[in-house]
């Protein structure tokens, strides 16, 4: 199975803040990357696919890039409605595997 | 609007089976192959399986190989995830959600998530 290492596993910010999230694929997975937004109690959100595709409706202060066994997920001005656990998840293979969660919180 | 909805919350003794369903709705469901997705209380997301809603087919995570059952009835729109022997350790919030069959495979839309409770 492929492993997804998120980091960190917490972050604290401001509003206003640039957050960035790192993903790292255990092996190469091209671009096969999505990112996803989760709220307390609620499904995850998809955000990102094929690693810095902006799915409809996002706003444009999420981004992501990279590719092969490296990825970056970016909120360029981090919004309170943002404070959220974010996922990156891979498709290169089954089984689908998601990294272990960063968990946004406001300073 | 395009929607999946999930039966409702399940308590289960240990050693039971919980078959949870999920309805599509809003689209043209044989063009979205489904994924069962379960998420442990304070835990993350873990994948369980994807079946083919056109064929039936599956592929199930070796972690529940043995123990999970996918099926679907196109009549209904309906996809079930059916798991067996439940433990504690099976105490989660399942999820359905759809990927394109042919195009981007990203969960794009998601069921409002199912409680099981496994105690006894």
């Known amino acids: 199975d492929i492993q997804m290492t998120q980091s960190p596993s917490s972050l604290s910010a401001s509003v206003g803040d640039r957050v960035t999230i790192t993903c790292q694929a255990s092996q190469d997975i091209s671009n096969y990357l999505n990112w996803y937004q989760q709220k307390p109690g609620k499904a995850p959100k998809l955000l990102i696919y094929?690693?810095?595709n902006l799915e409809t409706g996002v706003p444009s202060r999420f981004s992501g890039s990279g590719s092969g066994t490296d990825f970056t997920f970016t909120i360029s001005s981090l919004q309170p409605e943002d404070i959220a656990t974010y996922y990156c998840q891979q498709y290169d293979n089954l089984p689908f595997t998601f990294g272990q969660g960063t968990r946004l919180e406001i300073k | 609007q395009v929607q999946l909805v999930q039966s409702g919350a399940e308590v289960k003794k240990p050693g039971a089976s919980v078959k949870v369903s999920c309805k599509a709705s809003g689209y043209t469901f044989t063009s979205y192959y489904m994924h069962w997705v379960r998420q442990a209380p304070g835990q993350g997301l873990e994948w369980m399986g994807i079946?083919?809603?056109?064929?039936?087919?599956?592929s199930y995570a070796q972690k529940f190989q043995g123990r999970v059952t996918m099926t679907r009835d196109t009549s209904t729109s309906t996809v079930y995830m059916e798991l067996s022997s439940l433990r504690s350790e099976d105490t989660a919030v399942y999820y359905c959600a759809r990927v394109l069959v042919a195009g981007r495979a990203a969960f794009d839309i998601w069921g409002q998530g199912t409680m099981v409770t496994v105690s006894s």
């Open positions: 094929d690693a810095s």
């Open positions: 079946i083919n809603p056109s064929g039936g087919s599956t």
